[in-house]
């Protein structure tokens, strides 16, 4: 269907300084995209079939910006470990399974069904190392009918001997992906996807910042997690200013869209490259939480104009909801608060919800919010069990985010398609 | 049903630091009680009925030991505000609601319904300041089947008129409801409740702490949540040592069995007099994260021997579920490890549970474990659809804990018997 209305309680945010909010109005969809929001529907749009969901809200889908799909079979296992231990313990050994297509896609296609439940309309996504298993995700999120970039992880040092690629095979497997996968979907492309510093050598950092130029393909990877990860960085790496400047060396910061997860413990001239470069943040606190990361001070990157977004960062995140993931985003901004003698503003609800939608949305375009022109992805939520008495919808939105689950979404669209679970 | 036998796969801690696991094994519960676990039945028992629960956990029910029921509606609300004003905003209107019976039905209703859905099997509440809503909430927890302790709130200074009694009334309706309420049920039992020493006068805590001790009854109270107001119990009480001293001094400090809230902030000597006291810290992560309060350095009083449980704080607290406060309060003391310069030791996932089943358990006798003798709170968790392969049981309570959600409990015990939804 081409074109079409929604009736309902409209509810995004543009700017993430406050929720816009449309009660009981219509939102026009053409060809995929937001035409516009009316309190009346106007002369023109009434022949378009209504989609009415009156006391419903109606708000973007969710992004998630960093998430591991090999490690989904993981979730909530081996966090009473730091990121290097939980490394080698519990996360490589998954990883080197994925040679073996059937468990992947058994794993795989569970995530994708979840990522759907969760209201998760666009991700980016680490896979590993395993050129067929990538494909294989790939062609099951085209399937699906969600949004995604998915990276081939790449690694020739310092890992398991499993996981170990030579690095000519590496660049090999990456680059034939990017052919075969570029221009095969709107809505799934690869990203390349050196796992970080401590992993890649230079030859495969350079010849991967060669692909990403060639072919213009985005890049992902971590930024100072921990303060271990941090300093072996250093000490890998005596002749860099800093950890970003390995990567910027090798146009994998941002000459290219790039997003880098984490950045617990950036310097203040890092924050600067991000910014001046356009480098997302991916901001993931239950996994800062989990593997006692620390606290990203997300406040000073949004100072800094560096854009930022959610991730879920399964399964150091032990959890797949981005809802759940802005109230963590929160929480962790609160106590970054204390922690700086009440120096860095805690996030506020509409912030936070922000950061999940338009903030990460941003990575794939239009993407996240019902401004006119933006692709229309929506999900339609049915609260009436979070709500014993009537509420304004900046407060109906909070409860949802804080206390809603699942259960309460019941539509969901991706760039004007609605999705149905997938198989 | 006075004797039976349950089959599964059977998980408990005895202690905080390890699991304590027993798969594929027969659970012989006799008159509400745990008579031991065995790996084949034993003659005696092989007449007794088997429920069989192959392949699924048998587990403690879970012990919430601080909720405020009638700020049940506010879940997900104000929590970009402070303690005193989110307080004065949010809380105390809503509070002062509950003179109105229908209302309050329809409140406590959702409540009991969602604590059994989330398998919590015991409750230690704070009501409002009403009686009679009060005397309902009792009577709504003893026809549900599960366990509680309700308290009737106790303020006569420094809140809103609605909610401002006098001093006597305050203190005859708090013995009207012991005396109806302290033999008439052995679940739901009435608890003594000054909310905290701002709004009680030294009269009314006098008072309190005289009933406590005629009667032999309990008492809940808050210590220490918020620096604001620590500074404030010392400007309204200079002549006091600290915040702690205060309920010390009119016997509603561990005189009769006593849980504090929070416990953030404390002195090393309150931290002392507690343990000698005997008083229980109701550790309460969410809350203390939303309400920007900080983190409670529980490490500090396990070291000290401080009886610990967990605590929702509906709705400070943003989430009902105690495998989730669970979650959260690892959380929180990894950032506590952080923030200590790696001196306090993070919790790990056994002290965790351990908290938030014996530990809270303690409270209510001998509740939260399956040694000898307990009470048999029992849960029945299905866990087939978070486990993508075959782990161990220590690792299946934590995916559970981390990754699963009521969906998971699939039957629920208190004291011997199978409890239902409730209407």
């Known amino acids: 269907m081409n074109k079409f209305v929604l009736k309902g309680d409209i509810i995004f945010t543009s700017n993430r300084d406050n929720f816009e909010t449309y ?29 009415d969901y009156t006391g419903k809200m109606i708000i973007p889908g969710f992004v998630d910006l960093h998430l591991h799909a090999p490690q989904y079979p993981n979730i909530g296992l081996g966090l009473d470990k730091e990121l290097l231990p939980w490394l080698d313990t519990y996360t490589f050994p998954e990883e080197s399974k994925y040679g073996d297509l059937e468990y992947a896609k058994k794993v795989y296609s569970k995530l994708i069904k979840d990522l759907w439940a969760v209201g998760t309309t666009r991700a980016v996504v680490f896979s590993s190392i395993h050129k067929e298993s990538t494909k294989l995700l790939m062609d099951m999120f085209m399937d699906s009918g969600l949004g995604a970039y998915v990276g081939k992880v790449n690694m020739d040092r310092n890992t398991v001997p499993k996981l170990t690629e030579s690095t000519e095979r590496s660049i090999l497997e990456t680059e034939e992906i990017i052919l075969e996968y570029k221009d095969k979907s709107n809505l799934v492309k690869p990203i390349i996807t050196p796992r970080f510093v401590p992993t890649c050598s230079m030859e495969l950092m350079k010849g991967l910042g060669d692909l990403a130029i060639n ?45 880098m997860a984490h950045c617990i413990y950036n310097t203040d001239e890092e924050i600067k490259l991000m910014a001046n470069n356009n480098v997302f943040a991916a901001h993931c606190p239950y996994s800062n939480f989990n593997l006692s990361s620390g606290i990203m001070p997300v406040r000073k990157f949004l100072d800094n104009k560096v854009p930022v977004g959610l991730g879920s960062d399964i399964s150091g995140g032990n959890c797949l909801s981005i809802p759940k993931v802005m109230a963590a985003a929160v929480q962790a901004s609160k106590m970054k608060w204390l922690e ?32 006119e022109g933006y692709e229309f992805d929506g999900l339609v939520i049915d609260d009436a069990n979070l709500n014993i008495k009537k509420l304004p919808l900046e407060e ?17 669209y991706v760039k004007g398609v609605e999705i149905f679970e997938p198989k």
Chains 1, 2 share one sequence.
Request: proline share 3%; glycine share 8%; aromatic share 14%.
């Open 215 to 259: 072919y213009g393909v985005p890049v992902q990877s971590h930024l100072s997690e921990n303060t271990s990860e941090v300093e072996w960085v250093q000490e890998l790496h005596p002749e860099f200013l800093d950890y970003a400047s390995v990567y910027n060396e090798y146009n994998l910061f941002g000459q290219t869209n790039t997003i």
């Open 23 to 51: 009660e009981d109005s219509y939102l026009v969809v053409e060809k995929g995209k937001v035409v516009g929001i009316y309190s009346e529907l106007e002369e023109q749009y009434r022949d378009y079939p209504l989609k």
């Open 396 to 412: 109906r939105i909070q409860k949802f985010i804080y206390a809603g689950d699942h259960r309460n979404i019941i539509i969901r």
């Open 340 to 371: 700086t003698n009440r120096e860095l503003a805690p996030l506020t609800s509409s912030e936070a919800f922000f950061l999940g939608t338009k903030g990460g949305g941003s990575f794939f375009g239009k993407v996240g919010s019902f401004e």
